[in-house]
């Protein structure tokens, strides 16, 4: 069964990649799971255009990554939420609000899908935060919630 990656799958591929895979194993899991759609010619072309987007806001090659590895990691960032008197926020900081932090305080455009954080966080402070650049670099910077007024 011929399919077309949606989502980043361990083994397989990256989004956009066309693979070959067991009738069962892309019926059963890959698709309705979401990882994947079947292979078309019209489904090929949106293809070529999703890897262009990807291209233009992916790390290009190891050393482009350890660069932005070292600007991430000489980096403060910090993010401003609503917060009542305890120090709580209202709701939780999400992945896309650090990568806009990042972006704001002078930092690279990064993807939001590849933040690993250390858990939900709901209340004011200073977290570490990864980000897997590259399969072989991960930069890691501190990010301090404080109340916004």
Same mark, same amino acid.
């Given at each position: ?16 990649? $066309?693979? /070959?895979? *067991?009738?069962?194993? @892309? ?5 309705? +799971? @979401? ?5 078309? %010619?019209?489904?090929? *072309?949106?293809?070529?255009? $999703? %890897? ?14 350890? /660069?932005? *590895? +070292? ?15 305890? @120090?709580?926020?209202? @709701? ?23 933040? /690993?954080?250390?858990?939900?966080? *709901? ?7 990864? $980000?897997?650049?590259?399969? /072989?670099?991960?930069? %890691? ?7 916004? %007024?």
């Amino acid at each position: 069964m011929k399919i077309i990656l949606t989502q980043e799958v361990s083994g397989l591929g990256a989004p956009g990649d $066309i693979i /070959e895979v *067991k009738d069962g194993y @892309g019926r059963n899991y890959l698709l309705p +799971q @979401g990882f994947a759609i079947a292979w078309t %010619k019209g489904a090929e *072309k949106q293809v070529t255009v $999703i %890897k262009r987007a990807r291209s233009a806001r992916e790390i290009r090659d190891l050393g482009h990554a350890n /660069e932005v *590895k +070292q600007q991430l990691e000489g980096l403060k960032v910090n993010l401003k939420a609503r917060a009542g008197d305890g @120090g709580r926020l209202f @709701g939780s900081v999400t992945p896309a609000e650090i990568v806009d932090a990042v972006k704001a305080a002078g930092g690279p455009a990064l993807d939001r899908r590849r933040l /690993e954080l250390p858990g939900h966080i *709901k209340s004011l402070g200073s977290y570490p935060v990864r $980000i897997k650049l590259h399969p /072989e670099v991960t930069a %890691k910077f501190d990010l301090n919630v404080t109340q916004s %007024k």
